[in-house]
């Protein structure tokens, strides 16, 4: 029997988020998008050294960062069936939105919501199949313009995540 590269249920790509309080995390993970716990484990100090959660079909890993270390938010793009219901769960679960739901030139509804610990989630649902013409054609339209001008004026990045403005 031969070793797969990559392990069964994981794909290429596997994000890490380090967090100020892995628990609570998963948790919130849990509520929001829900998240099935795959595993976690406890350092020698009580704090989470390995967790794993499964959302859709990947996994995200996580621990908890040193005291030490500065914030390191996860920044994650989520592709789900319905955009809206996903956002409002989120905010619901704890989140707060940073953009609302919105329909953008590329096809994709798209909305933003930051969980507790300052990590930042893209929460979207492809709605179009676009040709590359049809898409350079929306970003003249003016109801695509405003829309990722919308999206584009949400300071996400400094908002509530001190050193990283």
């Not at 590269?5 to 998008?33: C, H, M």
């Not at 406890?42 to 990947?58: L, Q």
């Amino acid at each position: 029997m031969s070793v797969k590269p990559v392990p069964e249920g994981y794909s290429t790509v596997t994000p890490w988020i380090i967090s100020r309080d892995t628990v609570q995390l998963i948790d919130y993970l849990k509520r929001a998008f829900d998240a099935q716990e795959l595993s976690c484990l406890e350092g020698d100090d009580g704090s989470v050294a390995h967790a794993e959660v499964r959302i859709g079909d990947s996994v995200v890993m996580m621990f908890d960062a040193r005291p030490e270390w500065p914030p390191t938010p996860g920044f994650l793009r989520l592709y789900v069936e319905d955009a809206d219901a996903v956002h409002r769960r989120a905010v619901e679960a704890g989140g707060t939105s940073v953009t609302e739901v919105t329909h953008l030139f590329f096809g994709d509804r798209i909305g933003r919501v930051r969980d507790p610990l300052g990590n930042l989630y893209w929460i979207q649902t492809r709605v179009e199949d676009l040709t590359p013409e049809e898409m350079e054609h929306r970003l003249h339209d003016p109801e695509f313009t405003r829309a990722m001008e919308y999206v584009q004026s949400a300071d996400f990045l400094a908002e509530g995540n001190p050193g990283l403005g």
